[in-house]
């Protein structure tokens, strides 16, 4: 399991569909706890980022919820000079996509591209749209969109 305290745990690697190499940085946090964060640099288009062991608590009266953050720097290709990440941020993730006993010990495979992240677990698949940001701000713990 990713940290003490969780009953289960899983694996995630996330696919570049971003057409370019890009710096992935990925964020989960299991209710109130502190956020799990991991960062890779210039992972080719088609490549995986990862791993990200995440840690979660299933089972009777076990009522926490996950929620996922994705910043991209996209580095060249058609995209290049161009950041995009999800809702939230790499501390304060926004996106609820919720681990069950069935994603326990299994390696998830996410995806992501400029438009769409994709969350796909065992236990069913959740997406969310990619806002444009600041470059700066998208390997921070601080994105957030551009208007």
Request: aromatic share 8%.
């Amino acid at each position: 399991m990713a940290d003490s305290g969780y009953n289960s745990g899983a694996t995630i690697y996330v696919t570049n569909n971003t057409g370019g190499n890009a710096n992935i940085h990925l964020s989960h946090r299991y209710s109130d706890d502190t956020s799990q964060q991991g960062s890779w640099s210039r992972v080719p288009n088609g490549g995986n980022a990862g791993p990200l062991s995440v840690g979660f608590n299933t089972g009777f009266l076990r009522t926490g919820q996950d929620y996922w953050w994705i910043g991209v720097e996209v580095l060249d290709g058609p995209n290049g000079g161009s950041c995009y990440s999800s809702k939230g941020s790499a501390d304060s993730p926004g996106k609820q996509c919720t681990l069950k006993s069935d994603d326990n010990g299994k390696t998830l495979h996410f995806s992501v591209d400029t438009e769409t992240f994709v969350m796909t677990e065992m236990s069913g698949s959740c997406s969310t749209g990619m806002s444009a940001v600041s470059c700066a701000l998208a390997n921070s713990k601080d994105a957030e969109e551009i208007s």
